[in-house]
């Protein structure tokens, strides 16, 4: 499976952005899709998965409320819908897919994108 994220950008305080994964090669709809998060300094986290059938969604607690995940399977594309944007959002976003539940371990994850760059201002 192939990953493809993009979506990022510079935003405000309070702006929002969706986030999109594109997925190409084997069969999409099977997988679950995370998405996670790496600031400068730190280490990657966990922010939303999704189950195949869309049925299922996690979320970090820091981002319940203002972030939503969803999928397109048709599409075979995944998107992360962020609101309410704070510059601790600030990070490099990176969408994965495992063949099983929703995790929030990245090292449960199998495929991953090249990641996209979200900038929140003050």
């Known amino acids: 499976v192939q990953l493809q994220a993009s979506g990022g950008g510079l935003v405000q305080a309070g702006g929002s952005l969706r986030l999109s994964c594109a997925a190409s090669g084997r069969t999409f709809s099977t997988y679950v899709m995370g998405w996670f998060r790496q600031a400068p300094g730190k280490e990657r986290e966990f922010v939303a998965a999704i189950s195949w059938s869309g049925g299922t969604t996690d979320y970090a607690d820091s981002v319940k409320g203002r972030f939503t995940i969803s999928r397109a399977n048709a599409k075979n594309t995944a998107y992360l819908q962020m609101n309410s944007l704070k510059p601790e959002d600030t990070a490099v976003y990176y969408c994965?897919?495992?063949?099983?539940?929703?995790?929030?371990?990245?090292?449960?994850?199998?495929?991953w994108g090249q990641g996209t760059l979200v900038t929140v201002s003050s």
């Open positions: 994965a897919v495992r063949s099983s539940a929703t995790s929030v371990y990245p090292r449960r994850y199998d495929y």
